[in-house]
């Protein structure tokens, strides 16, 4: 098949499969394994922005978190540093639920987030409630968050109102004492021209 008949499809099959319904089997990778206890406890930080419906940068946040498990329950305290000063917190206490699946509650959500992993992947789907005027809106947040080797993890979540999107949080965890096996094999590779090299 000629090379640009072969774009052609490639492009066409992703754009059917981005129509599907995204689940973890079928977007995510067999590795490494993403489970929300073990990568969460202890300490993590992430840096994350919020884009808006037009895509457009409205806000930017560092986040500090730790993570602490009690039998079944995991709890994870997230401390927000937002890019004009405010300063938010959240604590997530999540449950092991009688099928295996970790379900999650937090002051600010409404009912309960359920959690789906599988491979490097994790879900997160909940309502959240937001400030609006003297009262609060409820939003629906579609979060996903995929884990690489070194430890790193990007988080995307999309955030509508009656199926409509209104914006988007970009976030990415790392952990402070995870050692970085590829990235490191990376920078030592020699085979990269010199002028790509410090």
């Given at each position: 098949m000629h090379p640009l008949k072969s774009l052609a499809m490639a492009v066409l099959?992703?754009?059917?499969?981005?129509?599907?319904t995204l689940s973890p089997?079928?977007?995510s990778q067999p590795t490494p394994n993403f489970d929300l206890v073990s990568y969460f406890r202890g300490r993590t930080y992430a840096y994350g922005l919020f884009e808006g419906r037009d895509s457009r940068l409205?806000?930017?946040?560092?986040?500090?978190?730790d993570g602490v498990q009690s039998g079944d329950t995991f709890t994870l305290y997230e401390r927000f540093l937002w890019n004009d000063g405010e300063r938010q917190?959240?604590?997530?206490?999540?449950?092991?639920?009688?099928?295996?699946?970790?379900?999650?509650r937090a002051g600010d959500v409404d009912g309960v987030a359920q959690v789906t992993t599988f491979?490097?992947?994790?879900r997160i789907a909940y309502g959240l409630r937001l400030p609006f005027g003297k009262s609060t809106i409820t939003v629906h947040v579609d979060d996903w968050s995929h884990l690489f080797a070194d430890g790193a993890v990007i988080n995307r979540a999309d955030v509508s109102k009656f199926g409509v999107h209104v914006g988007r949080i970009t976030l990415t965890f790392i952990k402070p004492d995870q050692?970085?096996?590829?990235?490191?094999?990376?920078?030592?590779?020699?085979?990269?021209?010199?002028?790509?090299?410090?």
């Open positions: 099959l992703l754009g059917l499969s981005a129509c599907a089997q079928t977007n409205v806000r930017s946040f560092t986040v500090v978190a917190t959240r604590t997530w206490v999540f449950q092991k639920a009688a099928d295996g699946h970790w379900q999650g491979g490097n992947a994790m050692k970085r096996p590829i990235a490191d094999a990376i920078a030592a590779d020699t085979t990269y021209p010199a002028s790509s090299r410090p």
